[in-house]
């Protein structure tokens, strides 16, 4: 079954310390985003690719990092975690054309000690 | 820029209908879409109005008019599990979405 998923589902770590949050999708999806979310609150894009070796920075200052070396792999790496990086994160990808949508991810809830 | 504002919570009871708004300020963009997100879940899909009017799918309905920048989603038979967020979005010609501020519903038995 076509999916995305999203590893690790929750996560605690300590302030500075490097993290990847991964995100892989079986549809053949050339775009994918990560998104940031507070609790109830709104989707921030902070990262998007649009294909193999495309990555942009999205709406939203991020001091984390992507890559884009396969189609079906957009992994997020935060270089020197701190307590603001608190937050849940969301990857999510889509076809051509806003018509089919954009299919997210469970995402990764992240807690910065 | 672009803002899209949605009022922040709507109740409601078991079979009614419930109309939730969405104002934008942009400067333009493709189409309108809707999302909706149970706590501790992902967002899902529901809806894209590329065009001015209403699109119906099932007991959710769209609406867009570019005109008024405005548009709503319209549940109808609500059932306890439309309890959820709800979040428009606009593609500002870019081909990536910004969201609303999304609205929470709860339904009420």
């Known amino acids: 079954e076509a999916d995305i998923y999203q590893t690790p589902r929750y996560l605690v770590i300590g302030t500075g310390k490097k993290i990847t949050l991964e995100c892989s999708q079986t549809?053949?999806?050339?775009?994918m985003y990560w998104y940031q979310q507070d609790p109830g609150m709104e989707l921030h894009l902070i990262h998007y690719?649009?294909?193999?070796?495309?990555?942009e920075k999205g709406d939203l200052s991020s001091e984390s990092t992507v890559s884009r070396i396969r189609t079906e792999h957009f992994p997020l790496t935060l270089e020197s975690a701190r307590p603001s990086h608190t937050s849940q994160y969301l990857c999510?990808?889509?076809?051509?054309?806003?018509?089919?949508?954009?299919?997210f991810g469970s995402g990764t809830r992240l807690t910065v000690v | 820029g672009q803002s899209l504002e949605q009022p922040s919570e709507v109740t409601a009871v078991e079979g009614a209908i419930v109309q939730i708004n969405c104002t934008y300020q942009?400067?333009?963009?493709?189409?309108l879409s809707w999302y909706q997100q149970h706590d501790g879940g992902a967002p899902t899909f529901l809806s894209y109005n590329a065009l001015d009017g209403l699109e119906e799918t099932g007991r959710f309905s769209s609406f867009l008019s570019r005109s008024d920048s405005y548009g709503y989603l319209l549940l109808q038979e609500l059932q306890m599990k439309d309890s959820a967020s709800y979040f428009c979005?606009?593609?500002?010609?870019?081909?990536?979405?910004?969201f609303g501020t999304g609205t929470r519903l709860q339904v009420f038995p």
């Open positions: 999510a990808s889509s076809e051509q054309g806003l018509h089919y949508g954009y299919t």
């Open positions: 690719s649009y294909g193999v070796n495309s990555t």
């Open positions: 942009t400067s333009g963009f493709y189409g």
């Open positions: 979005a606009v593609d500002p010609n870019t081909d990536k979405l910004i």
């Open positions: 549809m053949g999806h050339d775009k």
